[in-house]
């Protein structure tokens, strides 16, 4: 039996180890997670695969940044409607946080219960949009 749609994330984060864990974790809770250590790679396949419920996406990363990534995102009328929840260590407060609009923010280090709260919410609403 396959995962539903709306339980389909995508987690982007360079850090190998803690986007290993969360997508161990996301997956143990039945969440089909895909998981990309570069921005760029994340929004190609996202040009041409399906749209998941939610993004998790770090800010800091090589190459493409978050704040790159989310102006991409936001450009393509398809993948402007996916939420992002920004799961970062950066003062954004200080680095552009007015060109990350309509994100939830998650600073880490990271409460795994808060984390599974916030994404239950956001999987909960897709349900409910369908």
């Known amino acids: ?23 161990d974790i996301l997956t ?7 998981a990309f250590g570069q921005a760029r ?5 996202l040009e041409v695969g399906q749209a998941p419920f939610l993004i998790l996406l770090d ?7 978050g704040w790159e990534f989310r102006a991409a995102q936001l450009e393509n009328a398809r993948l402007a409607r996916i939420p992002v929840v920004v799961v970062t260590a950066a003062n954004i407060l200080n680095e552009g946080a007015g060109s ?3 994100v939830e923010i998650l600073r880490k280090p990271f409460d795994l219960d808060t984390l599974l709260a ?8 897709a349900r409910a949009s369908r």
């Open 1 to 23: 039996m396959s995962i539903p749609v709306n339980r389909s994330l995508m987690i982007i984060d360079d850090d190998d180890d803690l986007r290993t864990i969360l997508a």
């Open 28 to 34: 143990t809770q039945g969440f089909m997670v895909a």
């Open 41 to 45: 790679t994340a929004l190609a396949a």
């Open 59 to 65: 800010l800091m990363m090589p190459g493409m940044s």
């Open 100 to 102: 990350l609009p309509d």
């Open 118 to 125: 916030v994404v239950d919410r956001y999987a909960a609403a």
